[in-house]
């Protein structure tokens, strides 16, 4: 295996903002203590959002995270954004959720896994989904509109419109019904 010795490690920020250093900031949102936000200028929040104490709001240098009216983050969830996330509105997202935009190739079995470039895939939550606590989104998945994920899944495929899914992996447990 070889190591890149020359690698050269920088920090990130410190995640401290202000509100007008967004991309769009709508009204009423609030954020608790503890949060922190990397690039808000590459995130656009809407309005009557709720972002939990402790989250992270990993933005990237480029690609956008895109968090839509009405939604309610709970208490130190980790969202990343490299690869685009896309969180509709209504949505809730409970404490500790994970959502992830990329991971490194792991192709190639000289190089650590760490030091292989990223591929980076979009996320997106479609309006009115509910995201349990604990559960874990991977890149390249859509949630469909209504759909309910069980607390401590791990997501691996796309749910479709208003199917519940339980599990890890994250497995079809049934469908909401639609009312009229």
Known sequence: MRFDSGRIYKSHGKGNFRKNEFKHLGKNVVFERGVLVFHPENIEIGNNVYIGHNTILKGYYKNLMIIGDH??????????????????????????????TSEHDASNI???????????????????????????ILPG????????????????????????????????????????
Request: glycine share 16%; net charge positive.
């Open 110 to 136: 000289d190089i650590p896994v760490c030091f292989e470039p990223l591929k980076l895939e979009r996320v997106i939550i479609k309006d009115g989904a509910d995201i349990g606590a604990g559960s874990i």
């Open 71 to 100: 939604t309610w983050i709970g208490q130190q969830c980790f969202l990343h954004s490299a690869g685009n996330l896309t969180i509709g509105k209504g949505v809730g997202i409970g404490p500790g959720v994970i959502i992830l």
């Open 141 to 180: 998945i859509i949630i469909g509109k209504g759909a309910i994920i069980g607390a401590g899944s791990v997501v691996t495929h796309d749910v479709p419109d208003y199917e519940i899914w339980i599990g890890v992996p994250a497995r079809k447990l049934k469908t909401r019904k639609v009312h009229p």
